[in-house]
């Protein structure tokens, strides 16, 4: 399982704190007023923003010392990460190689990857060129191809509309459905938190919560949350 023991980051005014676990394989939305700390949270486990205390664990082994690049994941921001002088092919390679020097059991890899997200036809294509679902599926695309054991989401999909937005949600979901993956996902949306979430972690008033059933969170939220969903 994936495991915050007693975390807190402090930059500045700014404090979250989370003692929290998650099961291998939960599908987890993570939710909460804007600057709560959701993508703070996302960007600890991943190694991008340093802890003040405490201890970050993937199966019972510390993971919080380990470069970002060493740790069991792989995450997903809004941008996709995509790099636009690169072709999709080659963006969805550096999942494998960052030197892009592959062999020809590789490449074939890369290939099932985009022909399995959509994308086969549009392998030569640069970011520049494509439909933000065709960019999300990319982003998708390097994610299955890693095979990390843990997915983090920080709302990639939050620039498509509702019917791609959910193509694109219900394609992540059997992506980590298929290889086995803890899912954690930043989402503005209680809908789709629903969709694919069955757990869901708050981000309020400077603490991560523990995983709670979404239907019935949202049902009952907790003031910080009524708030900002508007529902009281």
Not at 17 to 41: D, H, Y
């Amino acid at each position: 399982m994936l495991e915050l023991e007693d975390l807190l980051i402090v930059q500045d005014d700014f404090r979250l704190s989370a003692s929290l676990r998650i099961e291998v394989g939960a599908q987890v939305a993570v939710i909460g007023p804007s600057g709560a700390g959701k993508s703070t949270l996302l960007g600890a486990i991943a190694g991008f923003v340093p802890l003040t205390r405490g201890a970050i664990r993937w199966q019972g082994v510390r993971i919080d010392a380990l470069p970002p690049a060493q740790r069991p994941l792989s995450i997903l921001f809004q941008d996709n990460n995509l790099l636009p002088h690169l072709s999709i092919f080659d963006n969805v390679a550096l999942g494998i190689d960052p030197s892009l020097r592959l062999n020809a059991g590789q490449r074939a890899q890369v290939e099932t990857a985009l022909a399995r997200t959509g994308l086969a036809e549009l392998a030569n294509r640069r970011p520049g060129v494509l439909s933000g679902g065709q960019i999300s599926r990319a982003g998708l695309a390097r994610v299955l191809l890693r095979g990390r054991p843990l997915i983090l989401l920080d709302e990639p999909f939050a620039a498509l509309g509702p019917a791609l937005k959910r193509e694109m949600l219900d394609l992540v979901a059997r992506i980590a459905r298929e290889q086995g993956a803890t899912l954690l996902m930043i989402t503005h949306d209680p809908a789709d938190a629903l969709h694919i979430c069955p757990q869901t972690v708050v981000v309020a008033d400077g603490v991560a919560s523990p995983p709670e059933p979404t239907e019935a969170l949202l049902q009952d939220p907790p003031p910080t949350l009524a708030a900002y969903l508007g529902t009281r």
